[in-house]
């Protein structure tokens, strides 16, 4: 049994993230600390922040 650790978002991530979908960086951190690794729902979120 693995237990899988979340690292830090990296700060360069974030910033494409956040240029992408016109949110705050803080806001795109948060949005892909909780969604991980689906794309899918981080860009779901990140348009719903947006709107």
């Known amino acids: 049994m693995t237990d899988k650790v979340h690292a830090a978002t990296?700060?360069?991530?974030?910033?494409?993230?956040?240029?992408?979908h016109r949110i705050d960086i803080e806001?795109?951190?948060?949005?892909l600390e909780e969604h991980g690794d689906n794309r899918k729902a981080a860009?779901?979120?990140?348009?719903?922040?947006?709107?």
């Open 27 to 31: 806001d795109a951190r948060k949005i």
């Open 10 to 20: 990296p700060l360069a991530e974030a910033t494409v993230f956040a240029k992408k």
């Open 43 to 51: 860009d779901k979120a990140a348009r719903r922040i947006a709107a």
